[in-house]
C-alpha cells in the first residue's frame, strides 16, 4: 500500500505492508539508521521520533497511520549535528554505547520545545520512557539543562567549560565531575 | 559498507596523490615498520597501527571491540600521548579482526586497560623516538639534545624545530627502536593521559551516523530471522515451511540442524526476507513441532526445591577449609546462621542480537557486534567445516554487551544462514528472541555460619553454596573462587559446595559471579557487626586488617576458579583505603538521618579493581524505596586514563547495580524463560536514578579496568542501608519479592 509522508523536510512514498511499523520503514526502506529498534512495544524509547511534532514510538506505529504525516528523525534535527542537545551531548560526553541516544535526544527535544527550562522533575517526566542500558541517566539530565541555557543564550556557543562542537581536543573536565581524586 | 582494509589502502593511495607521489612512501613507510615490529617479539603482544600523513593528520587504529566501555578512544590515547601529537589531530579507526596484526581483541573482564597500558604506550614511544631520530640525522645533531612537543621536534641549542610530518621522508629510514627498551614518558610529561577525552565517536552517535552492528548494509542483502525452541536444547521436529514460503517477502526457510552446544548453534527455523518486517510477520505465523528434550523439567520452583534439599544435607565437596570452623563456632560468643539466594538474570544490552554474513566463493565475511571476534571465528569455523583464514569478522560498534557478546551464537546462525543461500543477510533478533535465549547470570544459593568473639572479631565463616552443574564442574560462570573474600582473612573458614544440574545457559554478565556473591558476603558481615554490636565500616575495617599469616596455597576445588573475585592479590590495605576515603565523603557516622532513612555500606574487589560504596535510602511506610544518594570510592591503580569517561563508566555500574537489585529476574517454567521483554524484566529509568559521587584513590600501582568493578558492592550497600532504615534484612533478590517498590 503506498503511503506518502514528510521525512526530514522531503516527501517520501513507499509501496509496504499497512502493519509495517515506521521505525521499519525509516530504517530499511529510506535508510535512515539513526532510529533504533529496542524492544518492538515501545517500552524502551530507542525509536523515538517527531510525528507532527510530538515525540512518539516508532516501532509500534503503522505506517499507515502515518499518511501526510510530517516525521522528524534524528538525522534531520539538524544538518551538523550543531542543535543544542547534540552540542550538549558531545560536550558532556553523555554517551557510552550510545544505541539508546537518538531516542533520547529526540525525546530531549520535544520537552525542550515545550519546556526551555525544564526542571529535573519535568525531565524526569518526559524522558522516562527512554531506557538506557548503559544508565548514563545523570549525564542525560544534564545535558537537558545545559541545552536549555544554550538555547537561553540564543544557540551561541555554550560558556560553562566545554568547547563547542570543535570536540576532538582532550579537554579536561574535571570541574563538572561528581567527585575527587586523591592520593 | 566497504570493508575497512580496502578503504584503508584506497585512502593511502589517494593521499598520495594530494600529497605527492615522494611523500606517500614516506607516510607509510614508518608505520609499517610499526607496524612489524610486534611481530617477532613473544613478549609484546598487541601490536598497533598508526599512519601519519603530510598533513599532519595521524591514524591510529582502534583494536579492541567497543561495547560503550571507551576503549576506542582510551587504547589510542596511549599511543597518541607517547608519540606526543596533538589529540586534534588524531583520528581513530576501528581495526578488523586480524590476528597476524594485533592480539587481545575482545572485550571482557575489565582486561583493556591492564593488557595494554604498556604496550600501547610503547608503540607509541617508538614512533616518537623515530622522528627524533629523523631530525637529529638531519640536523647532526645528538639525538639527546632533542625533545618533542605536540607533533614537534625541537633541538634547543640550534633553534631549529620540524614539524612530525616534515620529518616522515627520514623516519622511514630510520630503524625502529626495540619496544622493550624504548624510553617512556614520565607521568608528569603525560599531555593525553589524565585529562577528559570524549568519546571519540560522540558525533556520529547524536546525529545518527550508521555505525552499530545492527546498521550494516550490504548491496543485495537480504533479512533474516531465527526461531529456536523456547526450551533450551530443544530441536525441531516439523515446520510448516511451505506455508511460510508462502508468505509476502519471503525467500527461503529451513530448518537448521544445529548442534547440542548451548553457546553456539542451536537447532532451530530460519525465515529470511526482502526486509526483517516480511521476515518477522512471516515468523508469526510458523508453527513449529518441538523436540522439547529433557530441559523441559527444570523451573524455577524445581530448583528452589533442590537447592533446599541440598542446603540441607552434606555437601558434596569442599572448596577451601582452613583451621576449624566447627570447633571455633561452638566457641564463639555470639553465632549468626543465614541463607541467602539471588535470581537469574539476563543481559539485555539494548541493541539486540545481530550479524551481517556474506558467503562468497568459499569465504565469509562477517559484520558482527561480538565482544571476542576471536572466538566467533573459531566457532564458526568448528561448526560450520570453514577454515578461519576464509573469515573475515569486521567489529562495529556495539550497543552495548555486559558479557552477552562475548558469547556467539548469534554468529554462527548467521554465519549458518548466508552459506545456505546466494545472498547475503543480516541476521536480527527480536527482544523477545534476546530475552529468552540469554546465556542468563545463574542464580545462587548460600548458606552461611558466622561466629565472632567477646571482643566482636569474626573468629569463623562457613558457606555451603548450592549452585548449578554436573560431577565436579560448575555451570558457566556459576562457580566460587576457594580465594573469595573472606577467604585468608579469617582463620577459621570453610567454603563447600553442592551442584544440581541445569539445563539452562548460562554465562558471564558484568562482573561475573562478583554480581551476586558481593550481595551475600557484604550483606553477611553486616549481620556479624550487628552481633558484635559494632559499626559496620570499623568492623569491616578490622577484618580487613586480619590478613591471616602465611596464607595456604589456595585450593581452587574441582570447578572452583581463583582470583576474579577475591584471591591472592587481594589487597586489605588497598580496599582499606577506598572505604575509609567513602565514609569520609559519606560523612558516614556524622550524621543524623530521618526516620525512615538508613546509609549502608559494602566493598567488594574484583577485575583488579577496589571499590567501597556507600548508599543512602529513605523507605516509606508503604515500602516505597527511594535511593536518594550513592558514594563511590575506588581505587584502580595510579592513573585515572580518562576521567571524563571513567566517572560515566563507575556511575553507570551503581545504577546498573540498582537495576538488578531492584526488579530483575528471569524465571524458567517447563524449561522456559517466562519473561520476555522490559515490560516483566524492567530496566532502570531516570526517575530512579539517584546521584552517584565517585572518587579516586590513585595508588602506585599500575592502572586497571573499570567497565566492571564498580558494580557490585551497591547492591550490598543498598540492602544494608534499606536494613538500617527498617530493620529489615533482605537475604533474596530481587527487592521487588518483598513487597518492595521504586520510586
Known amino acids: 500500500m503506498p503511503v506518502t509522508f514528510k521525512v526530514n523536510g522531503q516527501t517520501r512514498t513507499v509501496d509496504v505492508a499497512p502493519d509495517t511499523p515506521l521505525l521499519w520503514v525509516l530504517r530499511d526502506e529510506l535508510d535512515l539508521k539513526g532510529t533504533k529498534y529496542g524492544c518492538g512495544i515501545a517500552q524502551c524509547g530507542a525509536c523515538t521520533v517527531h510525528l507532527d511534532g510530538a515525540a512518539v514510538r516508532s516501532c509500534n506505529r503503522p505506517i499507515s497511520e502515518v499518511e501526510g504525516g510530517d516525521v522528524v528523525t534524528i538525522e534531520g534535527l539538524s544538518t551538523d549535528g550543531s542543535h543544542p542537545l547534540q552540542r550538549a551531548w558531545v560536550e558532556l560526553d553523555v554517551a557510552q554505547c550510545g544505541y539508546c541516544q537518538a531516542g533520547q535526544i529526540m525525546s530531549a527535544a520535544s520537552l525542550l520545545a515545550r519546556t526551555p527550562n525544564p526542571s529535573d522533575t519535568d525531565i524526569d517526566r518526559a524522558m522516562n520512557g527512554n531506557l538506557c542500558r548503559c544508565a548514563t541517566y545523570l549525564r542525560i539530565r544534564q545535558g537537558i539543562h545545559r541545552a536549555a541555557r544554550m538555547a537561553a543564550d540564543g544557540g551561541g556557543r555554550d560558556d560553562t567549560g566545554g568547547d563547542g562542537v570543535e570536540t576532538d581536543a582532550p579537554r579536561s573536565l574535571m570541574s563538572d565531575l561528581s567527585g575527587s581524586v586523591s592520593r | ?743
Open chain 2, 1 to 743: 559498507m566497504q570493508t575497512t582494509q580496502v578503504n584503508r589502502r584506497q585512502f593511502l593511495h589517494v593521499s598520495a596523490l594530494a600529497g605527492g607521489g615522494v611523500l606517500l612512501a614516506s607516510s607509510i613507510d614508518p608505520f609499517a615498520r610499526l607496524e612489524a615490529l610486534g611481530t617477532p617479539a613473544a613478549d609484546f603482544a598487541p601490536n598497533a597501527y598508526i599512519r601519519m600523513t603530510p598533513d599532519g593528520i595521524v591514524t591510529i587504529i582502534a583494536k579492541n571491540p567497543e561495547i560503550g566501555q571507551g576503549v576506542k578512544t582510551m587504547l589510542p590515547m596511549l599511543i597518541a600521548d607517547e608519540l606526543d601529537v596533538d589529540w586534534k589531530n588524531v583520528r581513530i579507526e576501528q581495526g578488523d579482526l586480524d590476528t597476524t596484526k594485533y592480539s587481545g581483541q575482545s572485550a571482557g573482564g575489565s582486561t583493556a586497560t591492564p593488557n595494554n597500558w604498556l604496550p600501547m604506550r610503547r608503540v607509541g614511544a617508538a614512533g616518537r623516538a623515530m622522528m627524533i631520530t629523523a631530525a637529529a640525522q638531519t640536523w647532526s645533531v645528538p639525538e639527546t639534545e632533542c625533545t618533542t612537543n605536540a607533533g614537534v621536534v625541537m633541538h634547543q641549542r640550534s633553534n631549529r624545530r620540524a614539524t612530525y610530518a616534515d620529518l616522515l621522508a627520514k623516519a622511514a629510514t630510520v630503524t625502529p627502536p626495540d619496544l622493550n627498551t624504548v624510553a617512556l614518558k614520565e607521568p608528569k610529561d603525560f599531555r593525553i593521559i589524565g585529562q577528559g577525552v570524549g568519546n571519540v565517536d560522540a558525533m556520529a552517535i547524536v546525529t545518527g551516523k550508521p555505525i552499530f552492528g545492527i546498521d550494516v548494509t550490504v548491496p543485495g542483502m537480504l533479512y533474516a530471522v531465527y526461531e529456536k525452541c523456547p526450551v533450551f536444547g530443544g530441536n525441531v521436529a516439523s515446520a510448516n515451511l511451505d506455508e511460510v514460503k508462502g508468505m509476502p517477502g519471503v525467500r527461503h526457510a529451513f530448518v537448521i540442524d544445529g548442534t547440542a552446544n548451548l553457546q553456539g548453534l542451536m537447532p532451530g527455523v530460519a525465515i529470511v526476507a526482502d526486509t526483517w518486517w516480511s521476515a518477522k510477520t512471516a515468523r508469526d505465523r510458523l508453527r513449529v513441532a518441538w523436540n522439547e528434550g529433557e530441559t523441559a523439567g527444570q523451573s524455577t520452583e524445581g530448583f528452589a526445591r533442590q537447592a533446599a534439599e541440598l542446603s540441607g544435607g552434606a555437601p558434596q565437596r569442599s572448596l577451601r577449609k582452613d583451621g576449624d570452623p566447627d570447633a571455633a563456632l561452638a566457641g564463639a560468643s555470639k553465632t549468626v546462621e543465614a541463607a541467602y539466594t539471588y535470581p537469574f538474570i539476563a543481559h539485555a544490552p539494548l541493541e539486540p542480537q545481530n550479524t551481517t554474513a556474506q558467503f562468497r566463493d568459499g569465504k565469509l565475511e562477517l559484520w558482527s557486534a561480538t565482544q571476542t571476534p576471536q572466538g566467533g571465528r573459531r566457532l564458526v569455523a568448528q561448526t560450520l567445516g570453514i577454515a578461519e583464514e576464509n573469515i573475515t569478522i569486521h567489529l562495529p560498534r556495539m550497543g552495548g554487551g555486559f558479557g552477552r557478546r562475548l558469547y556467539n551464537d548469534y554468529m554462527v546462525e548467521a554465519a549458518a544462514i548466508a552459506m545456505k543461500i546466494p545472498e547475503p543477510v543480516k541476521l536480527l533478533w527480536t527482544r523477545e528472541d534476546d530475552t529468552r535465549h540469554d546465556m542468563y547470570r545463574p542464580g545462587g544459593f548460600h548458606n552461611l555460619k558466622g561466629g565472632v568473639d567477646q571482643a566482636g572479631k569474626v573468629v569463623a565463616w562457613k558457606n555451603h553454596f548450592v549452585s548449578f552443574g554436573s560431577g565436579n564442574g560448575f555451570a558457566p560462570s556459576a562457580g566460587l573462587g576457594a580465594t573469595e573474600f573472606p577467604a585468608r582473612f579469617i582463620a577459621n573458614y570453610a567454603l563447600d559446595a553442592s551442584t544440581m544440574p541445569l539445563g539452562v545457559p548460562t554465562g558471564a554478565l558484568r562482573a561475573p559471579t562478583s554480581n551476586g556473591v558481593s550481595f551475600v558476603v557484604q550483606s553477611f558481615i553486616d549481620e556479624l557487626a550487628l552481633a558484635a554490636g559494632k559499626d559496620p565500616v570499623q568492623f569491616r575495617l578490622e577484618l580487613l586488617a586480619n590478613l591471616q599469616p602465611e596464607p595456604p596455597a589456595p585450593s581452587p576445588g574441582p570447578g572452583g576458579r581463583g582470583g576474579r573475585g577475591g584471591g591472592p592479590t587481594f589487597d586489605g590495605n588497598r580496599m582499606a583505603g577506598v572505604l575509609r576515603l567513602v565514609a569520609d565523603k559519606s560523612g558516614w557516622g556524622n550524621q543524623r538521618l530521618p526516620q525512615g532513612t538508613g546509609m549502608g555500606v559494602a566493598f567488594h574487589f574484583s577485575h583488579r579493581g577496589y571499590f567501597a560504596e556507600v548508599v543512602q535510602a529513605t523507605v516509606s511506610r508503604a515500602g516505597q524505596v527511594k535511593v536518594d544518594k550513592v558514594w563511590v570510592a575506588g581505587d584502580i591503580g595510579s592513573h585515572i586514563i580518562n576521567p571524563l569517561n571513567a566517572e560515566n563508566q563507575a556511575q553507570g555500574c551503581v545504577l546498573d547495580g540498582l537495576s538488578e537489585a531492584f526488579a530483575q529476574e528471569i524465571t524458567f517454567e517447563r524449561g522456559r524463560a517466562v519473561q520476555d521483554n522490559f515490560r516483566n524484566f524492567p530496566l532502570i529509568r531516570i526517575t530512579q536514578a539517584p546521584p552517584v559521587e565517585v572518587h579516586w584513590l590513585t595508588s602506585d600501582n599500575p592502572p586497571t579496568g573499570l567497565g566492571e568493578p564498580a558494580l557490585p558492592p551497591v547492591i550490598p550497600a543498598l540492602c544494608n542501608a534499606i536494613f538500617m532504615a527498617t530493620g529489615k534484612r533482605i537475604r533474596s533478590l530481587p527487592l521487588s519479592k518483598h513487597n518492595l517498590s521504586w520510586t
